[in-house]
């Protein structure tokens, strides 16, 4: 029989109370429910009763979300927390949003809500080039455009750039009506979304106007220097080895590079992902860095991350099943196809 432990974590205030149990005890509802916890409110006081595990676990949640203080509190932060908790990491949450990444038109300040998050800024503000490659919903592509209108307001950079390949999955680019600029806008659309909550609707269109942020399908990077730019190649898991050494080689003086993508979604009709390809020769190149960003980063509805770790599951059963079925030659019969020859 499993023995039930209980604990009682004791609060500062009403308002620390009042963050921690979120909208109608929603984030409570939700740790009880992810850690099978029987949870109590006794005044300031929550009270647990669970397995040992989960009780540790819960406990540590509770009092890291007690430690960002000031900071919005909702399911999803809750569900990352109980991630960092359950390696013995829950501590590091009050370290996260100790910096503001970019302000937006509206004054609100964006920050890091995950230690992956973290680690892939820091690693765009020390690098020249940096790959960001992790599944939907970490954020990889909104912080690279937050970066880059940061290094444009402060003048690091003369020029924003946005770029990626003109892979669909399923309609050719030829297909759909409208000039080149109508077509490849909606594989953009993230991205603008983006520029224009950062820099608001009419520096944004002015800023368009003036061709200083420029947006063009990779194949017109071709052949050209790209100099003081902040350039994102965003879903660079469809580039190709030749453009991806194509678009890392057009890197001027003063610029810097984020590329973008997600291994798991390669539309290339069996060729090789350039991203791929790259990532696994730049590893220790001074000036490169590459960010690996897992389920855990996903700052999406908690159901996404749960969609993303089925999606794992299942890849991994399949890599069994195929590893499974490959014939393994022993010894014996290496050297009876050695004595053969």
């Known amino acids: 029989m499993t023995a039930i432990l209980k604990t009682v974590i004791e609060l500062k205030s ?3 109370l009042s963050a ?6 929603e984030n409570l509802t939700y740790l009880s429910r992810e850690l099978d916890l029987l949870t109590y409110v006794e005044g300031l006081k929550i009270r647990l009763e669970g397995t040992e595990e989960n009780v540790r676990v819960g406990e540590a949640v509770i009092k890291a979300l007690c430690s ?7 399911i999803s932060r809750v569900a990352y927390c109980i991630e960092l908790a359950k390696e013995g990491r829950a501590e590091e949450l009050g370290s996260i949003e100790s910096g503001t990444v970019a302000i937006t038109a509206r004054g609100k300040q964006i920050k890091c809500k995950t230690v992956g998050q973290k680690t892939y800024v820091d690693a765009i503000k020390k690098n020249t080039i940096v790959f960001g490659v992790g599944p939907a919903g970490t954020g990889k592509t909104y912080l690279a455009v937050c970066m880059a209108v940061s290094a444009f307001k402060s003048k690091q950079v003369e020029k924003i750039i946005l770029t990626r390949p003109a892979v669909e999955a399923g309609e050719k680019l030829g297909f759909l009506p409208g000039d080149l600029q109508t077509k490849v806008d909606p594989y953009l659309r993230p991205l603008y979304d983006a520029l224009q909550e950062l820099l608001g609707l009419e520096t944004y269109g002015k800023l368009m106007e003036r061709n200083v942020i420029e947006v063009a399908p ?3 990077m071709r052949g050209r220097t790209l100099s003081n730019a902040f350039i994102i190649l965003d879903e660079a898991q469809n580039t190709t080895k030749e453009q991806m050494k194509m678009f890392l080689t057009r890197l001027g003086e003063g610029s810097k590079a984020v590329v973008t993508g997600d291994v798991t979604q390669i539309d290339l009709d069996g060729k090789s ?13 001074e000036g490169v860095g590459i960010c690996r960003l897992t389920a855990k980063d996903v700052v999406r509805h908690p159901l996404v991350m749960r969609i993303i770790r089925a999606y794992e599951r299942d890849a991994e059963k399949d890599a069994a099943k195929i590893e499974k079925k490959t014939p393994q030659n022993n010894g014996k019969n ?8």
């Open 14 to 16: 009403l308002d620390e």
């Open 218 to 220: 990779l194949a017109y």
């Open 334 to 341: 290496r050297v009876k196809n050695t004595e053969g020859e």
């Open 273 to 285: 992902s350039g991203l791929v390809h790259a990532t696994g020769i730049l590893e220790n190149i």
């Open 68 to 74: 960002s203080a000031g900071e919005q509190i909702d």
């Open 20 to 25: 921690v149990l979120g909208t109608y005890d």
